[in-house]
């Protein structure tokens, strides 16, 4: 089973990617006044019909071959319910999906969040042809990541997966986290 939040988030834009998504949204906001933790996964890739959209959070139902049973969407939803907090999933066929998972903060339940950068980072770095805005927010402070403002000024000739800009994803996300944050631990 899945320890942390972080791997859960990894799963989720997995999906998407599957997909054949071209930009996958990806937001965290930690707001300690309303005790929860938000997650909104959102991309614009395939969708599913509202038959599907039904059947995804049973983990009975999945469109893969290799393997019956699909368990990343039922166990975010379970991991964000036994929290005290929300799950929903919006999908449209064309069009897109949107996963909002909320979790509350403070509760004993709630997994940790963990390595948020490293999910990103390797989101990012093994799908160099898709285009991701991840937002952080901490407490109504913010910052995002937008691989479509770094491809502007990396040019054509510098893939976001050339050693010299994963080193620089890392340290950017690292260095605006705890700009964020201030080094809270969740
Ligand atoms: N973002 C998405 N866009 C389109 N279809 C999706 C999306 N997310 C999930 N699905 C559909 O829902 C099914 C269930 O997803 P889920 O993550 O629960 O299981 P899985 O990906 O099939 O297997 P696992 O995650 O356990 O490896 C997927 O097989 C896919 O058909
Ligand atoms: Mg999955």
Redesign the pocket.
């Known amino acids: 089973m899945m320890t942390e939040i972080s791997l859960n988030v990894l ?2 834009a ?3 990617i ?2 054949g ?1 071209a930009l996958i949204e990806i937001t965290v906001q930690i707001r300690r006044d309303q005790d929860a933790l938000t997650i909104i996964i959102s ?1 614009n ?4 019909t509202q038959e ?1 959209l039904k059947q ?1 959070e049973d ?1 009975f ?4 071959t290799t ?1 019956r ?6 166990f975010f939803k379970l991991a964000a319910l036994s929290t005290g907090g929300s799950f929903q999933i919006a ?1 449209t066929l064309g069009v ?2 949107t ?1 909002t998972a909320v979790f509350g903060l403070s509760h004993i339940d709630r997994m940790p969040l963990g390595d948020m950068n490293s999910t990103i980072h390797t989101l990012i770095t093994l799908n160099t042809h898709i285009d991701f805005l991840y937002t952080y927010e901490f407490d109504g402070n913010q910052f995002t990541l937008d691989t479509r403002e770094f491809r502007q000024i990396l040019g054509d000739d510098v893939p976001l997966n050339s050693p010299e800009v994963t080193v620089f994803i890392k340290k950017y996300l690292t260095k605006n986290q705890n700009e964020t944050d201030e080094g809270y631990h969740i």
């Open positions: 799963d989720i997995n999906n998407s599957r997909a998504a991309d890739g395939s969708g599913m599907q995804v983990p139902f999945t469109t893969r393997r049973i699909g368990l990343g969407v039922p999908s897109g999906t996963i």
